[in-house]
């Protein structure tokens, strides 16, 4: 169900920022729109994913709780999971990253490192690795990125608001980084296959409508009744029922 999201505690933290680095902070008066689906989401927003999202982070929560309270130095050693836009760029580029989970509701900030310059690097490095080069005519390596072998998958799920009350945090989150899924691979197989198969729904309604060059528009849920309750609708399907999607 989704939630109003307004500027209250509305800060997105990484974990650097809490421990006093350089995290990423909105500019104020910054509000989250709940029913916004950005540009960069190339799938459908569906609750089946939500919630196959929603059981491995509860999964993994439980595991990192019952670990902390065994050895919490270890516990923080080997973390589960990772939230926060700087730390998963920092899982991405040491490949520790197994899958990715994004909202679909990131806020559009456009100036230089702002959110989506951010959001358009972790695009890049979940397919893309950073890799030591050696020329061997200036006799010298450098580093590039070089294509993954498997990219890492993207999840789109939830809202920031939503994002954070599945990890129990106090502030809204925009991605959260899979680092180590044991003994919930189970919960994992199934939200990258829901996943994938949203992806694949998304680019059969999107492809008719779109030109090859052209990025698709940003949409916004609609609330419908669906088996007697109200819900949040990506308006895709609603479109590819009616035949009216129309692109500008």
């Known amino acids: 169900e989704e939630e109003e999201e307004g500027d209250d505690e509305d800060e997105e933290e990484d974990e650097g920022a809490a421990k006093g680095g350089q995290g990423l902070r909105r500019p104020d008066g910054a509000i989250s729109d709940p029913w916004l689906v950005r540009e960069y989401v190339e799938q459908l927003v569906l609750p089946e994913v939500n919630e196959a999202c929603l059981n491995l982070l509860q999964e993994l929560g439980r595991f990192q709780e019952r670990l902390y309270l065994k050895d919490p130095l270890k ?47 972790l695009m890049q490095l979940s397919r893309q690795k950073q890799e030591w080069v050696y020329d061997d005519e200036k006799k010298a390596s450098t580093q590039q990125l070089v294509p993954r072998e498997e990219p890492v998958p993207i ?28 003994g919930a691979g189970e919960h994992f197989a199934k939200m990258v296959g829901l996943a994938k198969e949203a992806r694949r729904r998304w680019q059969e309604l999107s492809a008719p409508w779109l030109l090859p060059s ?19 609708i990506d308006p895709l399907l609603l479109h590819a029922q009616t035949g009216l999607v129309e692109y500008e």
Not at 81 to 109: D, F, M, P, Q, S
């Open 214 to 232: 052209q990025r698709q528009p940003e949409r916004s849920l609609v609330l419908r009744t669906v088996e007697g309750r109200q819900q949040p």
């Open 155 to 182: 999840i789109y799920a939830f809202t920031r608001k939503q994002l954070a009350k599945a990890l129990k945090r106090s502030v809204r989150t925009s991605v959260v980084a899979v680092l180590n899924y044991d």
């Open 75 to 121: 516990a923080t050693a080997k973390k589960r999971y990772l939230c926060g836009l700087r730390e998963v760029l920092r899982a991405l580029k040491t490949n520790k990253a197994k899958a990715i989970i994004v909202v679909h509701n990131v806020e559009r900030i456009e100036s230089e490192n702002g959110l989506d310059d951010v959001v358009a690097q």
